[in-house]
């Protein structure tokens, strides 16, 4: 796939997202919450049905999906202006060149999720390596990608090992890994 | 008043003393640095709390809450950066004073300022706190019902755009209370056979995400800076006229601040921007207003404090949490056991004997740090967010771990992140949520209380029929406020 067809189709699904996101997860959690009264109310047989632990949830249940219509409403508007707006800036950037600004923007937002995404390995490879290689490990990258000198990263670094080192003298105890650390 | 002396007596030992000089020296190095809030910095050292005792736990919170409202007005007088939302008003006029080269005047004054919106608020709380409790004891289910309907109401017009947002959020929040076991019937609800959901979804883990870890991504995004303006700070005290302008003005914000504070849904910030305006409209030097009026400046600080403080009262008398930084506060005293109400002002008297004094002797230490190193705070916010960024993420990671060695709670903390995220773009009420999650358990045991009791009741239940009225009203006014600003 080419770029320009690959931003399309990452700027189409995040319009979709935005602007569905909300009613759908209030949808499905209402009927979740609707199902799961349901299964307990069948295990229980409760008498009075609201002083139980399924009918609140119930109401809880009927509100989100109440609570759904209105946003399903507004997601629509949302959709149909965001496309507009999408729309609009297409042609503007077909004609021009991406402003400074937004090239900042771009780079500042697809690094916010590239350290989101250094926080997510860091606790997948918490389990196996223990918390004080992962946390060492996820400091050096994240701090070298974000652009900061080499000693800055050795000082921060040392300083955060010789804390972990004396955690278990405060009373604190952190994971270990394989590695016995 | 004898307990309040007894709190002063035991507040004085090594650990609760050291435990406020600390959570008052961090609280306002995380309120200057930029993107990070109250809030933020509550989350940040919330799970470090757990292992204090539940008295020095306040303490540390209370500490670090006021600490961060100190910090974010000097900051927002040297740099022009708002360490948090209630210190905008200050940068208004305290900026310009700065660049005039009265900024020590004007810290000076903006720190005795908070000061004494903080104490006035902490007397109200000495005070008004036993009263209250003693109405408190006329409450039943149907008016606790009425009264934490109430608070999720207001909270869900903290949110941006739209109230049904807040509604769902909140809605999502009470949801989420629900997983795990049923405290009456044993059964497990909403965990699918998963024994990690057994115990609920842990609430630390949640708010460090939604405050903390996304608080900290926004900032990556925003590409959050330091900024140094190159103006020089040495200590000097304001002039006699200063201080005579500003007197009346810190007067009339502390009491705007320490009664606001105590409404449900009304933030610190918002009692700033209100005290702003009218002190603009009824203060002496009215055409200086914007370009360094100091009565500004004392006015905004001294409400700010104070509604900080006063958030307290209705916690501890009532149990009733206003906003979702006292939801926060509150979900620690229930893991310490220590159950927000009336018996906060009769069994667990002595608890909240040590914590007022805590918060006074808190307050003292910030006007203490604060005064001679403003200097220095100006420097901590130049600290780089490269540098800062990972930092914090660790420090959240850490806080998160060492509650239960869990990694569940690491992917809650992950989850809620994400969830913070988007809900910056997609208005997504985060406080609602929150304070759905953290009221929901309660909410849902005093709703089966008043199903067993009848609802008919509720029509010989006054004050829970004055609640119910107060939320319509202020559900109406949020709703119209909502829809002006959307046609604005």
Redesign the interface.
Known sequence: MDKGKKDHVISTLGIVLVSFGLPVLYLVTGIMALLEARRIQAKLQVEKFFAGPSGYMSIIGVVLLLLFIPEIIEGMKKYKKNLQKYAEKQAISKASEETEAEKERRINTNRMWIVFLMLTGYIVIMKPLGFFTSSIAFLITSMFYLGNKWLTVLITVSVVAVFLYFCPNFGITLPKGFLGI | MNWLLEGFANLMNINSLLICLGAAFVGTMVGVLPGLGPGASVALLFPFTM?MTPANALIAVGGIYYGAMFGGSITSILLNVPGEVASICTAIDGHPLAVQGRGAQAIAICILSSFFGGMLSLASLAFMGVAISKLAFMFGPFEYFALMMFSICCAAGLGKG?L??G??SA??G??LA?VGV?T??A?F??TYGQSALFSGIQVIAMVVGIFG?SEV??G????AKSISTGIKYKTKWPSKREFTLSIPAAIKGALIGSFGGMLPGITPSSCTFLTYSIIKRTGKEKEKFGKGAIEGCAAVEAANNAAAVSGFIPLLTLGVPTTSLMAMIMSIMMIKGVIPGPTMFSTNISITGVVIAGFALGNVICLILNLPLAGMWAKVAEL?Y??L???I??LC??GT??IN?S?VD??VM?IF??IG??AK??G?CTPALIMGLILGSKL?LY??QC??IGWDQLLVKPIALVIIALMVVIVIVFQRSMKKTKED
Do not use: C, G, H
Request: without cysteine; hydrophobic residues 65%; glycine residues 0%.
């Open positions: 292992f739209s049904i947002k509604f769902s809605a999502l009470i949801l629900m049923d009456e019937t059964i609800r909403f870890i991504m926004l990556i995004q925003e590409n780089p490269k540098w960024a990972p930092v993420v660790f990671v850490l771990i060492v060695n990694y690491l992917w992950v992140a994400l995220v988007i773009k997609t997504f849902e709703f089966r199903v067993v």
